[in-house]
C-alpha cells in the first residue's frame, strides 16, 4: 500500500508540473488474434480475437503510456507500461515493463523474486522508409533453464514499400524460452497492409490486414484489425 501511495504521489507531482503543450492519447485495436513478434499469445493454434487499448501521455520529447491486451477467451491478460525518450524525429529509446496474464500473479506490484514482469529497453530508428529496432529483455521473468536472465534480444527491419504497405523481419539473436529458440532465429517475417474506410462523410474506419510466418517455427498468421 506505501509503495503505491508513492507513485500516486509521484504521478500528481509529475503531471502539476508539465506544460500547457503536454498531450493525451488513448485509443484501442480490436485483432482476430493477438501475435507478437511472431509468436502467437495463445498457443500454436493463434487464440481468439483481442481488445488492446493504449493510453499515453506526451510532454517534450518525453512519453509515458500503458498498453494492454485481453483476449475474448480471457487467456490473455496483459498490462504494460512504458517510457520513451525521442532523442530526434527518427531516434528514440523505450523502456517497457511487460505484465503477461497478471491474473496468475495476483499481486500485479511484486518486483521482487518470483515477478511477473519483464523489463525490456529498446533502441529504434524510424526513417522515412527503412526502420529498425534492438530489443533486449535484461531483468524479471524472463529467465533460463538454470534461472539466470535469458536476456532475450529481438531486432527487428522494416521497409515501408508505399503508405499503405510495410514490409517486416524479426527474429531473436539467442537462446530464449520467450521467442522459442536455441540460438539464433527468424521468427517474425510477412507485411502490413493497411487502408481507411470511408463510414460517413465525417468518419472514417482505419483497418489493417497482417500476412506473416515464423520461419523459425514453420507457423503462418493472418491477423486482421481495426483502429478505434
Same mark, same amino acid.
Given at each position: ?10 504521478? #500528481? =507531482?509529475? !503531471? ?11 485509443? =484501442? ?38 498498453? =494492454? ?6 487467456? %490473455? ?18 523502456? &517497457?515493463?511487460?505484465?503477461?496474464? !497478471? ?82 532465429? #527468424? ?19 482505419? %483497418?489493417?490486414?497482417?500476412?506473416? =510466418? ?12 481495426? &483502429?478505434?
Amino acid at each position: 500500500m506505501k509503495k503505491i501511495k508513492v507513485l500516486a504521489i509521484c504521478a #500528481i =507531482a509529475l !503531471f502539476s508540473t508539465m506544460s500547457a503543450k503536454a498531450q493525451f492519447a488513448t485509443g =484501442a485495436d480490436l485483432v482476430t488474434s493477438y501475435v507478437w513478434r511472431g509468436i502467437p499469445q495463445e498457443g500454436s493454434n493463434g487464440g481468439t480475437p483481442n481488445i488492446q487499448p493504449y493510453v499515453s501521455f506526451t510532454t517534450g520529447k518525453l512519453t509515458l503510456g500503458s498498453w =494492454a491486451s485481453g483476449s475474448f477467451s480471457g487467456n %490473455v491478460k496483459e498490462v504494460d507500461l512504458y517510457a520513451t525518450y525521442a532523442f530526434s524525429s527518427a531516434f528514440a529509446f523505450t523502456l &517497457t515493463d511487460y505484465n503477461y496474464n !497478471f491474473a496468475s500473479q495476483p499481486n500485479y506490484f511484486k518486483y521482487g523474486t518470483g515477478t511477473g514482469h519483464v523489463f525490456e529497453g529498446t533502441l529504434a530508428y524510424t526513417g522515412s522508409a527503412f526502420s529498425a529496432s534492438l530489443n533486449t529483455m535484461f531483468a524479471g521473468a524472463d529467465k533460463l533453464a538454470n534461472g539466470n536472465n535469458a536476456l532475450s534480444t529481438y531486432f527487428e527491419l522494416g521497409y515501408q514499400v508505399n503508405p499503405l504497405a510495410k514490409l517486416f523481419l524479426g527474429g531473436s539473436l539467442a537462446n530464449s524460452a520467450t521467442y522459442g529458440t536455441t540460438g539464433f532465429g #527468424i521468427t517474425n517475417l510477412g507485411i502490413k497492409v493497411s487502408k481507411t474506410i470511408a463510414i460517413t462523410d465525417k468518419f472514417s474506419l482505419p %483497418v489493417y490486414g497482417i500476412l506473416g =510466418a515464423n520461419p523459425y517455427a514453420k507457423n503462418a498468421f493472418f491477423v486482421a484489425g481495426i &483502429t478505434l
